[in-house]
């Protein structure tokens, strides 16, 4: 099991470009979760899916948007990437009707 | 919004002397979990405690909550040098059962 996985590991971006940030879990769970972290404060939920084709605004959720088309895998996009989003994002799952939630590694984006 | 808050931000020890770190929260909840990062990781789960219990155990790790104060505390005893990371407590906060509030972590330097 390889368990949460995310790609890619780093990115530079300029002001104004898009990218996408995969995240793939292979333990079938049913919630997945986009959340950045940035210093000095705890993780802030960006959107999250409770099951395949569906998601829903979390926290911060102005600059960004997800697909679930398949239940391993959760997409984020930055369409219009701006300096304030610069951040290490992670993503979680987490099985329908428990509490816990696995997370991946992490990818760190610097936007300039 | 953030609803855990770590107390103290950062705490540095000896190795063997035990680590103590607080969380605040402010609403009512159904679970309390604590998490720990280490450096460049992702966040991995250590122990849940639920609104009903007061006191947890799980190896080295003592959980302790007080609903009455809305607050929670981690123990972990005879620190060891892989303890060396950041704890972050999160609450599902009664609203709901699919999302989790973070605070912003508790940095616990263990030195040899």
């Known amino acids: 099991n390889a368990g949460v996985t995310q790609t890619p590991k780093f990115r530079v971006l300029k002001t104004g470009q898009s990218m996408t940030l995969l995240c793939a879990q292979d333990m079938n769970h049913e919630y997945m979760y986009w959340y950045r972290q940035d210093p000095g404060m705890g993780l802030r939920l960006i959107h999250y899916?409770?099951?395949?084709?569906?998601?829903a605004k979390g926290e911060v959720p102005d600059g960004y948007n997800v697909s679930r088309l398949k239940k391993q895998n959760f997409l984020l996009g930055l369409e219009s990437a701006a300096p304030s989003q610069t951040s290490v994002y992670f993503c979680a799952s987490k099985r329908a009707g428990t509490d816990t939630q696995y997370f991946g590694p992490g990818t760190r984006l610097t936007v300039l | 919004s953030q609803q855990g808050e770590e107390d103290p931000q950062a705490l540095s020890i000896q190795e063997g002397e035990n680590a103590t770190m607080n969380c605040s929260y402010k609403?009512?909840?159904?679970?309390l979990q604590w998490y720990r990062q280490n450096s460049g990781r992702g966040l991995v789960h250590l122990i849940l405690?639920?609104?009903n219990e007061r006191e947890k155990h799980s190896g080295r790790l003592r959980v302790t909550l007080d609903t009455s104060k809305k607050s929670s505390s981690l123990l972990i005893t005879a620190s060891r040098a892989a303890d060396t990371a950041s704890y972050f407590c999160?609450?599902?906060?009664?609203?709901?059962?699919?999302?989790?509030?973070w605070g912003a972590g508790t940095k616990l330097i263990i030195k040899p």
């Open positions: 999160a609450t599902d906060a009664f609203r709901s059962n699919y999302q989790l509030i």
């Open positions: 609403t009512s909840i159904n679970n």
């Open positions: 405690i639920r609104s």
């Open positions: 899916s409770v099951g395949e084709g569906t998601t």
